[in-house]
């Protein structure tokens, strides 16, 4: 196990590496300068500001030290349109609210996806199956930029039950409504696979077995047929995963968290590099890292893989 | 399905009198028994024809502004057949019905362009992989693996701001990463061509590999292209749409499904409910009838997969 963990991470990291020193030369290649103004700053000024922010040294210098700076610190350089504060700042500011719903988000979609596929799949053509499939198929065409303009219209508008926006230091209603926007299609996308592996479970030879020496149903499923029915759903976490990360810039601009993704949204629109660059080895990172648990807890449910 | 075409197939005078049904006469047979399928694509016929159209049918272009309803939108702005605003206008006075059909235009644009990427790169690159096998194999797949385990959503965002954010960046963006999956499938498939008696054959006689890849892997990879491409249409346009949400797809006066659907959000509080509805019930029937054709499709041409 040691051994493969160990291999997983030879390729981990040098994709992340790879990943920080691709997004650097995309910054690097882009036109004009972040310091542009329409009015024109003297070039005495513009010196001083280049030299502050380290861009009077060569390419390979400078993508050195960004690189080491990430390495050895954590640290992604200062913002170059927010002036005073770093990137790090910006971070720590926005990623324990993306961070906080996003989990959040994460566990409803596993556990009512799991929940919902297997019920279905164990009252296969019943009502509650029927009712599994329609919420299903219909949560496909409902990404998160579609559920949330539509939940804020019920039930902030309509009902007035939840607010539309705002973090207010993460209090429960305001986390509610970014949570359901943000998992409905992924907790969607897990019951259909649950209900699909679950049905193909139920119907292998060593769960009529189990059922045949005379264990109740309940025990049936609980210690036979949910492990394995659970591999697709562990290979089908690391997509979700990505998905998610990505999806909470939709909520943090539409609701207006103060998350991570607003501020990416906007340095997008200024063009702050530095801030765009951070975020995205962020969660390159966090993907990269969130991919390998996925891998080794897949090793680890199927006795199949060897390793 | 299934229990209907066997059914079928029993009555079927074409089998009683011995004469055999090409593969493609089946698929469309089993397609046509889906009612949904049919009904979808019926809808996206409709909705193509609206994208193509609509146009003529106002005299409104997307960019004109109705200075007759400025200051006055959430009461007269609505839909209205005596202005001829169909759909209402927006915030800014212009022709809702005029800029759904533009956006409609682009969303549709970017699903298919995606598509045929997919299909053209993906199948060529899955079907030299899984054929040519070894390290080959190898290399290519462990290359598409690491581009897939980016987020590629932030690293397009990037680009699109650094290369300024046009139409064309966006097709470009999609395009990179579009082909990825159907790679995967494209070489599963191959694997198990690469095995058939007439693969060995071919090679029997001396048939080098490029042609053999031409004229033997990739036809026959055709029908789970199909498939696949047709489910790719609606995430391709999801893509899409989740970057114009976000302001950073396509550029006024220009307009997306997503770009439409943000607007009509931002609005939500001014009592313009038209601009959210029309372009949400365009993206929602049109993306469940691209489910449902993929589906029938599936059915229809990979009868195995169930």
Do not use: C
């Amino acid at each position: 196990m040691t051994s493969f963990i160990l291999r997983r991470l030879a390729v981990a990291i040098p994709t992340l590496l790879a990943l920080i020193v691709f997004s650097f030369l995309l910054m690097e290649f882009s036109p004009g300068s972040p310091f542009a103004t329409e009015r024109g700053i003297p070039p005495a000024v513009m010196a001083n500001l280049e030299a502050k922010y380290g861009l009077d040294r060569s390419l390979i210098e400078r993508m050195g030290i960004y690189v080491w700076n990430i390495v050895s610190g954590f640290d992604f350089g200062p913002s170059f349109s927010f002036s005073n504060r770093s990137v790090n700042d910006i971070i720590a500011q926005g990623f324990p609210v993306t961070l906080t719903y996003g989990f959040w988000s994460f566990v409803v979609a596993v556990l009512v996806g799991v929940t919902l596929g297997a019920f279905a799949a164990i009252r296969h053509n019943s009502v509650l199956d029927y009712a599994a499939v329609g919420v299903t198929v219909g949560a496909q065409v409902l990404p998160n930029f579609v559920m949330a303009p539509i939940l804020v219209l019920v039930f902030t508008l309509w009902l007035g039950w939840l607010p539309g926006g705002g973090w207010q230091g993460g209090q429960i209603e305001y986390i509610i409504l970014p949570v359901i926007a943000l998992s409905t299609s992924y907790m969607a996308s897990i019951a259909r696979i649950t209900r699909s592996s679950m049905l193909e479970t139920l119907n292998a030879g060593f769960v009529r077995t189990a059922r045949a020496k005379g264990l109740p149903m309940r025990r049936v499923i609980l210690r036979h047929a949910l492990k394995p029915a659970m591999l697709p759903v562990v290979s089908y976490l690391g997509p979700a995963f990505v998905g998610m990360i990505t999806g909470s810039v939709v909520i943090d601009v539409f609701f207006s968290t103060g998350g991570i993704g607003q501020f990416f949204v906007n340095s997008a629109l200024s063009r702050d590099y530095s801030v765009i660059l951070g975020i995205t080895i962020l969660f390159g990172a966090l993907t990269i890292f969130f991919n390998l648990l996925v891998d080794v807890a897949y090793a680890w449910i199927d006795p199949k893989i060897r390793y | 399905m299934s229990d209907v075409t066997t059914a079928e197939a029993h009555l079927d005078p074409d089998l009683l009198h011995g004469k055999g049904r090409s593969l493609w006469a089946d698929a469309r047979r089993r397609f046509l028994g889906n009612k949904a399928a049919v009904a979808s694509l019926l809808i996206l016929a409709l909705v193509a024809l609206f994208a193509l159209f609509g146009q003529f049918l106002t005299p409104w272009s997307n960019a004109e502004i109705d200075w007759n309803l400025l200051g006055a939108i959430p009461q007269e702005g609505g839909p209205d057949l005596e202005t001829r605003h169909y759909f209402g206008v927006d915030e800014t006075g212009r022709d809702l019905y005029a800029r759904v059909v533009q956006g409609t235009r682009i969303s549709l644009a970017v699903g298919i362009v995606g598509a045929l990427i997919s299909v053209v790169v993906g199948t060529a690159y899955g079907a030299v992989a899984g054929y040519v096998g070894g390290k080959t194999d190898n290399a290519m797949m462990r290359f598409v693996d690491l581009m897939m385990s980016i987020p590629y959503m932030f690293v397009l965002i990037l680009l699109l701001v650094i290369f300024s954010r046009s139409i064309i960046m966006l097709f470009v963006g999609i395009g990179l990463i579009s082909w990825l999956d159907m790679a995967r499938i494209a070489r599963g498939q191959t694997l198990s061509i690469r095995n058939t008696e007439y693969v060995e054959a071919a090679r029997a006689i001396g048939v080098s590999t490029p042609m053999i890849i031409r004229r033997h892997i990739v036809p026959n990879l055709i029908g789970v292209v199909i498939v696949y491409a047709t489910l790719l249409v609606p995430q391709m346009i999801i893509f899409e749409s989740f970057i114009s949400f976000l302001g950073l797809g396509v550029q006024e006066p220009a307009t997306s499904w997503g770009a439409l659907i943000n607007q009509g959000a931002a609005n939500l509080r001014n009592g313009t409910p038209w601009m959210l509805g029309f372009p949400l019930a365009f993206f929602v029937v049109s993306l469940f009838a691209l489910f449902f054709l993929g589906d029938g499709l599936r059915d229809a041409l990979d009868p195995k997969d169930r």
